[in-house]
């Protein structure tokens, strides 16, 4: 059974830094993209980034643009989600989503292509 599992939220001061994790499970092959998205109380979910397994690559909403890294490690089981210069406006449930499998050198935040979604992790930027 195809899972994901993010943590790491919490509360951080404006201009500080967070990690999000998103372990990927029941995977039998290593090619799939990860999506971060988030969703602030009243607005639509945004998707903020994405990461392919294949090749690492990875696209960022121009909104957390040059602010905001995601990454994978070398064993392929976990994606993260760096944040950083965190504004207040960052407040968010986050969500990292799979989509898989996927053998792709590219990756979108289109929420329609992502089948498996964790439960989200709140974050919570305020001083």
């Known amino acids: 059974q195809v899972q994901v599992v993010e943590s790491g939220g919490g509360l951080v001061q404006p201009g500080g830094s967070l990690r999000l994790s998103c372990v990927p499970s029941?995977?039998?092959?290593?090619?799939?993209?990860i999506g971060w998205f988030r969703q602030a109380p009243g607005k639509l979910r945004e998707g903020v980034g994405c990461?392919?397994?294949?090749?690492?690559?990875?696209h960022y909403a121009d909104s957390v643009k040059g602010r905001f890294t995601v990454s994978g490690d070398d064993a392929k089981t976990m994606v993260y989600l760096q944040m950083d210069s965190l504004k207040p406006e960052d407040t968010a449930v986050y969500s990292c989503?799979?989509?898989?499998?996927?053998?792709?050198?590219?990756?979108?935040?289109?929420?329609?292509?992502?089948?498996?979604w964790g439960q989200g992790t709140q974050v919570t930027v305020s001083s």
């Open positions: 029941g995977f039998t092959m290593d090619y799939y993209a």
């Open positions: 990461f392919s397994s294949r090749d690492g690559f990875a």
């Open positions: 989503a799979a989509r898989y499998p996927w053998y792709g050198s590219d990756c979108s935040v289109e929420e329609y292509e992502y089948r498996y």
